[in-house]
């Protein structure tokens, strides 16, 4: 049975995800460099992950029992960054020092110095390994905590993630719970042409995990999703969700060119008020 999310905090959640989108316009505009679009399109599965579903507290980021995320394409911290500012692990006013001298917001998450996040990452293909290794350490030490990934669509083209792919189904890891930002571009262009991983889904499956695919930018798509994944049992789940790169921008959406691009300050300003004029 599908669970739904009630109108009040389907309403709230689309607040927060466009508080989070403009995080990530300001943010990358000021440090002139950075990854909008794949930050712009994970922003709704962070924002039903955080403020929905994870058990997570700002005041006690290093709780054991807590559930765990690992942003395995490192690349768009700034939509992890944002989410954890929202979320109350860390100052809003910081997140305009993305990327400067001295700032402990890199342009990649790191563990050791931003409360919240549970994995540095960066080299793309290693996260779903860590998490792997969370929800296997969660096994052995027979704690309830539950670990969730997300990976980018052009990810897939490392060999890493396979070796993970067939890790998790052969150790029964049914406490992790994975995405896929199936946005279906990458920095030079579409995913079918640079190293096609299609079929995802069917790919997924044929490695032993349960797979629902999902519109990435539905919030009840997207809780139900993960409700439906915690009632699997003795295999992990992936969650192919296809979203839009850049979603929120119309410049930036389904353009390739946003991957890595900072907005000028005039364009910066211009995406700020689409994006307030979104309705919550």
Not at 124 to 136: D, E, F, H, P, V
Not at 191 to 216: H, R, T
Request: hydrophobic residues 40%; contains cysteine.
């Amino acid at each position: 049975m599908s669970q739904k999310l009630t109108p009040q905090q389907l309403t709230e959640l689309a607040r927060r995800a466009k508080s989070i989108r403009g995080n990530i316009v300001r943010m990358v505009t000021e440090a002139k460099s950075g990854h909008p679009g794949g930050s712009l399109s994970a922003a709704d599965i962070l924002t039903v992950l955080y403020f929905a579903e994870m058990k997570v507290d700002p005041a006690n980021p290093k709780d054991a029992d807590r559930d765990r995320f690992v942003l395995s394409k490192g690349h768009a911290a700034p939509v992890l960054y944002a989410t954890l500012a929202e979320k109350g692990y860390l100052p809003k006013e910081e997140l305009l020092t993305l990327r400067k001298i001295n700032s402990r917001l890199q342009g990649h998450p790191e563990m050791k110095k931003i409360p919240g996040v549970d994995m540095s990452t960066g080299s793309l293909g290693q996260g779903l390994s860590a998490a792997n290794g969370m929800a296997l350490a969660g096994k052995l030490d027979a704690r309830d905590y539950r670990v969730y990934a997300l990976l980018g669509d052009g990810e897939l083209e490392e060999g890493q993630v396979w070796e993970a792919a067939m890790f998790a189904p052969h150790y029964k890891l049914d406490n992790l719970t994975a995405f896929v930002d199936f946005n279906g571009l990458q920095i030079d262009g579409p995913i079918s042409e640079v190293m096609s991983p299609l079929p995802i889904p069917e790919k997924w499956q044929a490695f032993g995990w349960n797979v629902i695919v999902i519109d990435g930018h539905d919030y009840n798509a997207i809780y139900d999703a993960i409700q439906a994944a915690k009632t699997v049992k003795d295999k992990p789940t992936m969650i192919v969700a296809k979203t839009i790169k850049g979603k929120g921008v119309c410049q930036m959406e389904n353009v390739a060119e946003w991957h890595g691009k900072a907005p000028t300050r005039e364009e910066c300003t211009t995406f700020l008020a689409e994006l307030e004029a979104m309705d919550d």
